[in-house]
């Protein structure tokens, strides 16, 4: 089609240049209810709000009223899903990262997000923060230590066998028994695999359909719109109803799992250095403290916020890692990102099987749920990326949301967890070996200068990091449920922040901790699954029609 001249509307622009603009009489927040009750302004969309908020207030009520039977429920969930389910996982992130790399060397990498004519909102340095700090955060201050130390324990102590004939040992694949060399590199493969190419590739399939279909087609920003080119005006009734209510209930339960892994290692760091007593009392208090400021930050707005507090917050994250990178072996850590990568790719292949694997507690316990959990986050993530990426083309969004934050995520695994285990395999100190998972972190940093300095800035990035994602989510949740209006007031941001933080205490509090956590993210990553798999195939339609129209 020829150049567009007309708003989108509620605060999306229109395209620049020539897009392909979709034909529909459906107007953004037409099924909208507006009104206010006493100062309180609200615009929310009729019936997505109303299912997604009461199903979150009654899960909330049901929690706290019958603990025990929940914490059953959620228990049964995570090991009915990742037992039944995991091939399908595999399986599934296997070709979200295929088809990004397809639109990297394909025609259809030229399409510019929001027009021929369009720029950027925002610079490298300011779009990069925001995304990343969005989308890995605080799972990078928890695992950065944790997760090597751990693949390379289990891998160095081989491989065990039940009675039932079925593996016992947590260890990736083969493992390599009594071998500390083999046993690094595998354990900073498998950690690579988790955080590499796979997430990434799942948060660009929601990112480039969101705004595509948004920027360029003139449809509202929610997940709905994706689908179009399959189920044409059907998706503004319940087909469109049934995916968004489930993107909200996917981006509720994976940020709270989030919430719930920062606030316990925020508590585990504070009782390190301050002996504040680690419990469900101080962790409350963390989760309602920091839901607090990040309510203040949604009051001042996506650049008065979230930019600047993910700027602030990836100065910190990168001062952390050159300190630990220059006071630790520093030669030995980059020896070691290279080979890391190497070790990736060889072990890959392997990694990626879906069918016929032997490490059932690894496949399962581990890649299943990450998946489950990357998926469960990408409506959020995704959503947010889409809003900070307007006059990117293709090429340029799936190369910096696939390939760049990949290999930040490898520099960052190689340094922090490199040097704990550097630690143990050269300097025999085992303490963060030793150490619970939320204490890794602060374990490594205690053989190195600067230990208290250095472990409340990792505290502080878990918390900013905490905040961060509790806003952007709000923001992605609010905008789901307003209809796609990117301008609603602020008090239902508020409300989706408030709910966050309060489904993240009383999983943690009444049913069963972070395990019950982990069941809920899983068990509403299955059906988000399908839903990113058919959006792979509307994306493929939505980005031949632009061609067309813009030859």
């Given at each position: 089609m020829t150049d567009q001249s007309t708003g989108a509307g509620d605060g999306i622009p229109a395209p620049d240049g020539q897009s392909h603009i979709i034909d529909t009489e459906y107007e953004i927040g037409q099924d909208?209810?507006?009104g206010s009750v006493g100062p309180f302004g609200f615009d929310i969309h009729n019936p997505v709000f109303a299912i997604s908020?009461?199903?979150i207030v009654a899960f909330v009520f049901y929690t706290l009223a019958l603990p025990e039977q929940a914490g059953a429920a959620f228990s049964w969930l995570f090991s009915a899903v990742t037992t039944r389910f995991d091939w399908f996982f595999l399986g599934a992130a296997n070709i979200f990262v295929i088809f990004c790399l397809l639109l990297i060397v394909t025609p259809a990498?030229?399409?510019?997000l929001g027009g021929t004519a369009a720029t950027p909102d925002y610079g490298y340095v300011g779009w990069f923060a925001m995304l990343f700090a969005a989308g890995m955060g605080i799972g990078l201050m928890f695992y950065g230590v944790s997760e090597p130390m751990s693949h390379f324990s289990s891998s160095l102590g081989g491989t065990a066998v039940g009675e039932d004939g079925i593996r016992t040992d947590w260890a990736p694949l083969g493992a390599a028994a009594g071998n500390e060399a083999e046993a690094a590199r595998l354990g900073m493969?498998?950690?690579?695999?988790?955080?590499?190419?796979?997430?990434?590739?799942?948060y660009a399939v929601v990112g480039l359909a969101l705004a595509l279909f948004s920027y360029n087609k003139g449809l509202p920003l929610t997940i709905r719109s994706a689908f179009y080119p399959i189920f044409g005006d059907r998706v503004w009734g319940w087909t469109g109803h049934i995916i968004d209510i489930i993107a909200v209930f996917a981006t509720l339960f994976g940020l709270a799992t989030s919430l719930g892994f920062g606030a316990t290692q925020?508590?585990?760091?504070?009782n390190e250095l301050f002996g504040i007593p680690v419990s469900s009392t101080t962790e409350v208090i963390l989760i309602s403290c920091i839901t607090a400021v990040a309510l203040v930050s949604v009051l001042r707005g996506l650049d008065g916020g979230v930019k600047v507090l993910s700027e602030i917050n990836m100065g910190l994250a990168f001062l952390l890692l050159i300190f630990v990178l220059l006071v630790g072996p520093t030669i030995w850590l980059l020896t070691l990102f290279a080979d890391s990568l190497l070790a990736y790719l060889q072990y890959l292949p392997a990694l990626s099987n879906p069918i016929g694997r032997e490490d059932v507690n690894f496949s399962q316990g581990w890649t299943a749920f990450y998946w489950a959990w990357w998926i469960s986050w990408s409506p959020f993530v995704g959503m947010f990326i889409a809003r900070v990426s307007r006059g990117r083309t293709v090429r340029e969004f799936v190369v910096c949301v696939l390939l760049i934050p990949s290999l930040v995520c490898v520099l960052w695994m190689s340094v922090f967890g490199g040097t704990a285990l550097h630690q143990v395999i050269t300097d025999g100190y085992t303490a963060a070996q030793d150490a619970s998972l939320?204490?890794?972190?602060?374990k490594m940093l205690d053989a190195l200068p600067l230990t208290q300095i250095t472990s409340i800035i990792g505290i502080v990035l878990v918390v900013v990091f905490f905040v961060t994602s509790s806003d952007s989510g709000?923001?992605?949740?609010?905008t789901i449920t307003a209809g796609g209006k990117v301008d609603a007031p602020v008090p239902q941001r508020a409300f989706w922040a408030i709910f966050e933080g309060a489904v993240a205490i009383v999983l943690l509090l009444s049913a069963g901790g972070l395990q019950s956590l982990q069941s809920m993210v899983i068990s509403t990553g299955l059906p988000f699954t399908l839903v990113l798999l058919v959006m792979c195939w509307a994306i493929w339609r939505g980005l031949a029609n632009e061609r067309r129209a813009i030859k």
């Open positions: 909208n209810v507006e908020g009461l199903a990498g030229n399409v510019r493969a498998a950690t690579i695999f988790h955080w590499g190419l796979h997430p990434w590739a799942i925020a508590n585990a760091g504070l939320e204490l890794k972190l602060f709000s923001l992605v949740i609010d």
